[in-house]
């Protein structure tokens, strides 16, 4: 059994628009929709560590093959009869490293700026407060006094109430 005290009038509980401010206040503030955003930027982080682990394994790549065509392309240069097929070689190595890493960097870089436009959309969606009623629209409902050291609400409706001492 609950026993609820309520002393105030009938006159002061919620009507009309405040009502309706409030009831899209709860509207908005759905714990769920605020959870399935942060669960898509979850989602868009792991995206990003993922890229950036792939950005440094395809570097690694890249270098590896490099280092391992220069090797043999060194020891041709040390030569001199095969000195300029070893620089030859040496030259296409680089080109091949430079656009495979510049491929790599690209693609990185394109991947990145499409995951933080996502992450921008879902920061966007997480401070909309276009739910809320104001006024203006977008704001929380104000008060419609600013003294209240006198105990009374009034905003010239009936609902108005005083407290009697």
Same mark, same amino acid.
């Not at 407060?129 to 104001?134: E, L, Q």
């Not at 006094?145 to 009936?158: L, V």
């Given at each position: ?41 979850? #989602?868009?982080?792991?995206?990003? &560590?993922?890229?950036? !682990?792939?950005?440094? $394994?395809?570097?690694? =790549?890249? +270098? ?21 097929? #070893?620089?030859?070689?040496?030259? &296409?190595?680089?080109? !091949?490293?430079?656009? $495979?890493?510049?491929? =790599?960097? +690209? ?59």
């Amino acid at each position: 059994m609950n026993l609820v005290l309520d002393l105030r009038p009938p006159e002061s509980r919620l009507y009309g628009s405040w009502e309706e401010r409030l009831a899209a206040v709860a509207r908005f503030s759905r714990p769920d929709e605020v959870h399935a955003v942060c669960e898509k930027m979850q #989602g868009s982080l792991h995206d990003l &560590a993922l890229a950036i !682990g792939g950005f440094w $394994l395809g570097t690694l =790549i890249a +270098v590896g093959k490099v280092i391992a065509e220069l090797i043999p392309e060194a020891a041709a240069t040390a030569v001199p009869p095969t000195a300029p097929a #070893g620089l030859a070689g040496a030259v &296409a190595s680089v080109a !091949g490293f430079i656009a $495979l890493w510049g491929t =790599i960097v +690209v693609l990185f870089y394109e991947y990145v700026t499409s995951l933080f436009e996502e992450q921008t959309n879902l920061t966007n969606q997480l401070n909309d407060n276009k739910a809320f009623p104001g006024p203006p629209a977008g704001t929380w409902p104000r008060s419609t006094t600013q003294d209240f050291s006198d105990g009374t609400w009034s905003d010239n409706d009936k609902s108005d109430w005083q407290m009697r001492y």
